[in-house]
């Protein structure tokens, strides 16, 4: 059965970054996305033949009309599966693509028996979210890919890049105010308007209305744009949110916990991470407003079904969250980004290593500030580009040049390997 891919996008144009640029000279696209201005309305169907994908028995849609989103558990990273029908056709949508040093979203996918991906949409260029696309893409029939424009110099985000130019998917940069229709579901985007260079702030924002069922995701994105998006003439109300950040503290702003009064909060974060992910404010500010609220570090992945009208949320690990079982930063389990089966050697492995060196692909924000010259900007700054072939490759780091790396390998602590 050939499946034509049916996106209606409205609003005004959108200028391509140099992102685009690169994506238009080097590959041809199947099909183009166009936002057309007209007086009366402004809308252009895109369709997309050539994209097969064939029904199996074994396809996790038993009901036709069911909505699945998978809070897929991927560590201290991020990636969202959905999965629904309209009429004949079915469709694939996944928001983020989890860590670039994992396989755990690659592997999911396979077990979820997906053939073709309709659109992959990745928030924002960091490692965490960007992680897995290159392997997605070589490994999936892939539709569309959205970016936001902003670029990153990590080897994780270029060659994500190479990948979708090689996979002849097509290329979109998203902006507030568009709206598409991919069968039965509606994605509105909510955020950047415009975009500067801010990865995490500039995250592309995503209203998901499934039926009357709404879902919202603001990848990395602030409180200051969380406000941002308060103030636009969205209507920004979800009936499940996916806490920003991983649960940070950066995010989450009481306002816009309010205006948006999900009755469902989920947070995707690894178990015991460096990071304190979640924050124990935002757990309380969530849990004070009466929300439920789950997360992958105590519940593993997390799936909701609706039919539009009423929905439901398995998980596959039972969990209490609470502000006493999380925040913790425990030098002892520094590689949660490990997959899960391997952990505890994983760990072991890095525990004994770390005597020796930091490790700057794998050790936490807090263990790389015990490199000279890296505070706490510096030391987000050494993750989120992350991975590195050598400790020269630091001067990718704003305000590292020469002089401090021969500091750093003065100093002799910092390594790319055990």
């Known amino acids: 059965m050939i499946l034509t891919v049916l996106l209606v996008a409205c609003g005004q144009g959108v200028e391509q970054g140099a992102i685009s ?20 309305d402004s809308t252009a169907v895109v369709e997309n033949p050539g994209t097969a994908k064939t029904i199996k028995e074994t396809n996790n849609h038993t009901d036709p009309n069911e909505l699945k989103v998978h809070y897929i558990d991927a560590g201290q990273a991020n990636a969202t599966l959905f999965q629904y029908s309209g009429q004949e056709d079915s469709y694939t949508i996944l928001y983020d693509t989890g860590d670039w040093n994992r396989n755990d979203v690659v592997n999911y996918l396979a077990a979820q028996d997906i053939s073709t991906i309709d659109l992959i949409i990745v928030s924002h260029s960091d490692a965490d979210h960007i992680g897995q696309l290159a392997d997605i893409v070589t490994t999936y029939d892939t539709g569309e890919v959205w970016l936001s424009g902003n670029e990153s110099s990590s080897e994780t985000f270029q060659n994500a890049l190479e990948a979708v130019i090689a996979s002849g998917a097509d290329y979109h940069e998203p902006r507030a105010g568009e709206l598409f229709d991919i069968g039965p579901m509606q994605l509105e985007i909510i955020y950047p308007i415009t975009i500067s260079g801010k990865t995490n702030e500039e995250s592309i924002s995503i209203l998901f209305t499934y039926g009357n069922t709404k879902f919202l995701f603001t990848g990395d994105a ?30 989450t702003d009481p306002a816009f916990l309010q205006a948006v009064s999900p009755s469902v909060a989920i947070y995707s974060a690894g178990r015991d991470n460096s990071y ?91 263990k790389v500030q015990g490199i000279i010259h890296i505070g706490p900007e510096r030391a987000q700054d050494l993750i989120d580009l992350r ?32």
């Open 21 to 40: 640029d690169n994506l238009r000279n080097e590959a041809e696209p199947q099909s183009e996305i166009t936002a057309e201005n007209d007086e009366v």
């Open 276 to 366: 304190g992910h979640p924050s124990p404010e935002v757990i309380s500010s969530v849990q004070n407003a009466g929300i439920d609220l789950y997360g992958t570090a105590v519940n593993g992945t997390i799936i909701v079904t609706t039919d539009g009208e009423e929905y439901s949320i398995a998980t596959n690990k039972d969990g209490t969250v609470s502000p006493a079982s999380t925040g913790s930063a425990n030098a002892s389990n520094e590689n949660n980004d490990a997959n899960e089966e391997n952990e505890e050697a994983t760990t072991s492995d890095e525990n004994a290593s770390s005597a020796s060196c930091i490790n700057i692909n794998q050790a936490s924000i807090d």
């Open 222 to 251: 602030g409180k200051s744009e969380e406000l941002d998006m308060i103030h636009s003439s969205i209507n920004i109300h979800a009936d499940i949110l996916q806490l920003g950040h991983h649960g940070s503290n950066t995010s």
């Open 387 to 418: 991975p590195y072939g050598s400790v020269d490759e630091l001067t990718r780091i704003k305000g590292i040049g020469p002089a401090r790396i021969a500091d750093i390998k003065n100093e002799g602590i910092a390594c790319v390997g055990g």
